[in-house]
């Protein structure tokens, strides 16, 4: 699973760190891996990606964060909760 987001925005603080400790409950509940990459820190990951420069390119930030699970998009521009992560994760992740 991985997150492109941009934290330390001043409007989603809470939200970041609702999904950032959804994201660590998950990995200690579940054994997934997750990856989050940063807009500020991690320029070439939203670069390399064509999804995430198509995104960045036509919404900006407001198009974050942008959540893969298994190389598939799967949440966009909204801060899911944790049961929607693992409803996520049930329908796309690899023996989940």
Known sequence: ???ACTPGSPAGDRKTQRLQDALLELQNDF???CMV???NMHLQQFRSRPELAGILQNQG??????IFINDRLCFQGEYPDRAQLE???????DNF
């Open 1 to 3: 699973m991985a997150c």
């Open 61 to 66: 930030k407001k198009g974050l964060p942008v």
């Open 87 to 93: 409803e996520a994760l049930k329908k796309y992740g």
């Open 31 to 33: 054994n997934v891996s």
């Open 37 to 39: 990459y940063a807009l």
